[in-house]
DNA sequence: TTTTATACATAGCACTGCTATGCATAGTAA
DNA sequence: TTACTATGCATAGCAGTGCTATGTATAAAA
């Protein structure tokens, strides 16, 4: 399944948060865990994360710090601010309403 | 709520082909249906409705014609195509991979 | 006769998402 | 020891487009 540029647009901001508002992480580890819980149905390229996460970083809905992983290369793991959270749940009651509203749309069709 | 730009996107036109699944309509009684059935949570304007509609007739995936009301307007009735019913059920698909998505990381949070 | 609601249309540009590309290192297969 | 893959981050720059702003027109109502 491809997903829609639009929805991948839409969908990515969210997802990030939800996934930072859990631990801490860095890019590469964002980008598997979005396939694991999509079941290998959305997937991310490097290309398309990292300015997606400076833009978040710029807007102070998460910060950054370098830690070095036991392999030896440097990891840039993301923290979710406060602002950050209250943006999290923002984004997804805006989600929720557009789901109600194709929900409602869908049992009229059907009736 | 005032919801982003991104989602309006991504949202328009899966709620476009919903509302035609159910009957033919026609710009302005479009707006007025999405309103209502998000409790006025989202508003389209008009500028923006009708470049999405010959977007998606471009596409196929709905037709027009145009119709004289009693009160003598004329309004341009959509009618949603085969392969416009298969791209609301593709988009659905692509919402609920998402809707999953962010529902699971919501759950591991809590834990 | 003025305003509001109804009804559709689109030029044109401001905005931006992301592709394409580049850099660097560790591990591993050959 | 060489090549390849996986890991890990970064960004220039432009192709692509969403939508604001604007225009047209008619009916009804104030």
Redesign the interface.
């Known amino acids: ?1 491809t ?2 540029k ?2 991948v ?3 990515a ?3 990030i948060l ?2 930072l ?2 631990k801490d992480s860095y890019g590469y580890a964002i980008i598997q865990k ?1 396939q694991e ?2 079941d290998h ?2 997937a991310w390229t490097d290309g398309m994360l990292y300015p997606v996460l400076h833009r978040l970083e710029t807007a102070g809905f998460i910060e950054s710090y370098w830690l070095d992983a036991d392999s030896g290369r440097r990891r840039k793991y993301y923290h979710i601010t406060t602002a950050g959270n209250e943006e999290c749940a923002l ?5 929720s ?6 929900q ?3 049992e ?2 059907m009736k």
Chains 1, 2 share one sequence.
């Open positions: 399944m997903l829609s639009d929805l647009a839409a969908s901001t969210p997802i939800a996934i508002q859990a979005v819980i999509s149905q959305i984004l997804k009651q805006q989600w309403v557009v789901q109600h509203a194709l409602v749309l869908s009229e069709y």
